[in-house]
Structures are given as C-alpha cells and as structure tokens.
C-alpha cells in the first residue's frame, strides 16, 4: 500500500473498513495507528529522488537523460507488460539478450527506477560487467536488493564469467532483483553459465531474446539534430 497524501490514505483506509486511531505524516509516508499498534505506509518515491538514487548507485547518466522519454522499442513494451502484469510483486528480475543497441539497458532500468517509485527496492546498483576491474563489488552485494548485470557477453575473460556465478548465487540466495543484459543470445548465455547457476537464473527471472532494430542511441541522437 501507499498513499501520496493522508487524505488519499483515509480513503483507503476507509473503503478497505480498517479502523484507526490516528495517522502522523513523516517525510518518507505515514504511520498509522490502531488498537493493535503502528503500521508505516510509504509515499511514492518523487522523479528527483529516483535519478539521486540512480545517479548515487552508478547508473549511466546517458541512460537517466532520457529515461522519462516515450521511447518505442520492444524491450520497453516488455518491461511495460512485466510492470502492468504484476511480474514484479512476485520476486521476478528480467533478462534480456540479442543484438546491442535496441534499449535493452535504458529498458531495465525504467523498470528499476519504478521499482523505487513503488518501494518495492531501496537499493539497487548498476554493475557493467565490460569495465568491471576487480572484485569489489563482490563483498558488498548484501546491501543491494536489485541489481542491473550490464553487457555480459561471451568475450568476458574466464575471472569474470566466475565472479559472474559468484554474483548470480549470492543474488538468488538473498532473493534480490537480478536484472541482466547481454549482446549474446539465450542459449550463448546458458552455455557460459555452468547448469545450476542458469537453473537459479530461470527461476528468478524472465527472460527474453530481442531481433536486431534500429540502433536506439543513433535514433536519439538523428531526434536531438532535427530538433535543432
């Protein structure tokens, strides 16, 4: 449950015939208190709190520019039927695959960032693995409960494809949001994973294997020249 404003939390409180004390109103939602004790509903999280979070948790600013843009591809027609349908409140990440340059990442994190918008996460991180350098982040996937795997392709050196696996179960283990892209097909990826870590991966998320389009970034860039 949220509520933006406490009139709009009487309402439903209201029609749903639960009775109340009294309701405080605090920056982050509202408590409200009954015969039984406290029960804390959350406000939905506003646009300029979303890109902080973003922005603070790595995600690439090129992405955040355009992530409140209509852009019509079939990754964020995905995204918009794995939000709609409700995918989400039952644990479910996404995996996306097939050609580069068609909106796989801008569409994860649009769902990413409604995630937030929702309260659904509270922490979520972006980790490209092309530029990964170390294992660092490894030590600190406990604070995380989403996270976006970027560009996991087949030309990855052997330590990575293992700090891969090492990644994937501490996430299933945790039952964190596991969000994933790559410019490789489904089954190029299921053989670079060994068969327990893809079994994991099946079952948290859906996944997906998208045609080659045209290129989104040289759309938004052909957009941005015609408006000038």
């Known amino acids: 449950m949220l509520a933006r404003t406490k009139e709009e939390l009487e309402k439903v409180l209201k029609k749903a015939g639960l009775e109340y004390r009294s309701i405080l109103e605090v920056e982050e939602g509202f408590w409200v208190f009954t015969s039984r004790g406290g029960r804390f509903i959350p406000k939905p999280r506003d646009g300029k709190r979303i890109r902080e979070m973003l922005t603070q948790a790595g995600f690439p600013l090129s992405v955040l520019n355009n992530l409140n843009r209509e852009i019509d591809t079939k990754p964020v027609k995905v995204v918009n039927g794995y939000l709609r349908k409700g995918f989400w409140k039952e644990g479910f990440?996404?995996?996306?695959?097939?050609?580069?340059?068609?909106?796989?990442?801008?569409?994860?994190?649009k769902a990413i960032a409604v995630l937030l918008k929702l309260q659904r996460i509270h922490q979520p991180v972006y980790i490209p693995f092309t530029e990964l350098s170390n294992e660092e982040i490894k030590s600190r996937l406990d604070i995380y409960d989403a996270v976006l795997l970027d560009d996991i392709n087949v030309s990855l050196p052997e330590w990575k494809f293992q700090l891969l696996e090492e990644i994937l179960f501490q996430l299933y283990n945790r039952g964190a949001f596991i969000f994933l892209t790559s410019n490789s097909s489904l089954e190029e990826l299921r053989k670079m994973l060994s068969g327990a870590i893809w079994s994991r991966l099946e079952e948290r998320t859906l996944m997906q294997e998208f045609p080659k389009e045209e290129d989104v970034r040289k759309r938004l860039k052909r957009e941005r020249l015609l408006k000038t």
Do not use: M, R, Y
Not at 93 to 109: E, N, R, S
């Open 93 to 109: 990440g996404l995996v996306f695959a097939g050609a580069p340059g068609i909106g796989k990442t801008h569409a994860l994190i």
